[in-house]
């Protein structure tokens, strides 16, 4: 045998280690996974909130923009003894100064919209232009809103008082030109976005359609009382007006016919005064 082979020699060679004994390892089992976040959808819908906000931004802006347009036409007629009340029937100081106040608070309509509901403005407010048919449809409440408002105003003429602050505006005719664009052209858009594209769906989800329209059409009169000196007689036909402009968002779910029929009343409204004042050059009787 050879001595240097461990198969001859088999003390030599390597000691066997022993088996280790046969272990049993329990996996653990894995971690629970963590509770679901519970993540609140965001409400598309115009709400409350959205009618206090844009109320309060509202008169802030009146105020603000108020107090610049008066410091600056102040600093226009520097020198000069300036009377409130010339100035506060002043069509080219007044409305200006509307349209842009109007403009902020378009913007700010625009930007709540956005953070509160993640939604573009005239979405939220459900604007929905009208087809062709819907269209004329409008066009034709408008001319009957118009016809039922001369009746009522008949009717109650003798409680009407014989003078109203708003025809304090029609001085001379460039003023009455103004006013009757304006009347015609941004008034009602900008009425209807608020009170029909804020404050009637919010107040429907939480008074019901019927109550909503009441106190949508209460508002909407109460917003002109200033310019008819507050007389229940001049007003009631306002009030017929805004009840049939909400009943009208109601059923079509659309601003933009809301602001058609609104654009309808207030054009032959002043198309009347045109025609009965010569083209807004006899302004006695107005």
Not at 18 to 23: E, R, T
Not at 175 to 192: D, G, I, N, R, Y
Not at 228 to 247: D, E, H, Q, R
Request: proline share 9%; charged share 10%.
């Amino acid at each position: 045998m050879n001595p240097s082979d461990p198969i001859s020699e088999p003390e030599a060679s390597s000691p066997v280690e022993p088996a280790l004994p046969l272990q049993i390892i329990v996996a653990e089992p894995p971690p629970p996974p963590p509770p679901p976040v519970f993540i609140e959808p965001v409400k598309k819908e115009i709400d409350l909130v959205d009618v206090l906000l844009i109320s309060l931004i509202s008169v802030g802006s009146f105020v603000f923009v108020g107090v610049i347009a008066a410091i600056v036409y102040a600093s226009a007629h520097h020198g000069r003894q300036l009377d409130p009340k010339q100035i506060a029937t002043n069509v080219f100081f007044v409305l200006p100064t509307e349209f842009v106040s109007y403009m902020a608070i378009l913007g700010c309509m625009a930007i709540l919209v956005w953070i509160r509901h993640q939604t573009p403005l005239f979405q939220a407010i459900h604007w929905n232009m009208p087809n062709r048919n819907s269209a004329l449809r409008a066009l034709l409440i408008g001319v009957g809103v118009t016809f039922a408002s001369e009746i009522g105003q008949f009717a109650l003429n003798r409680w009407i008082p014989k003078t109203l602050p708003i025809t304090e505006l029609f001085k001379d005719r460039p003023s009455a030109l103004f006013l009757a664009a304006f009347a015609v052209l941004v008034a009602p858009f900008m009425e209807e976005i608020f009170f029909r594209g804020f404050l009637y769906p919010a107040l429907a989800r939480w008074t019901g359609p019927a109550v909503a329209v009441l106190i949508t059409a209460s508002a909407f009169t109460v917003i002109h009382g200033a310019q008819l000196g507050y007389s229940w007689a001049a007003l009631m036909p306002i009030f017929i007006v805004g009840a049939t402009l909400t009943v009208t968002r109601a059923i079509t779910k659309s601003v933009a016919t809301c602001v058609l029929i609104h654009m309808t009343y207030n054009f032959l409204l002043m198309a009347q005064a045109f025609v009965a004042t010569h083209g807004f050059r006899d302004l006695q009787g107005i």
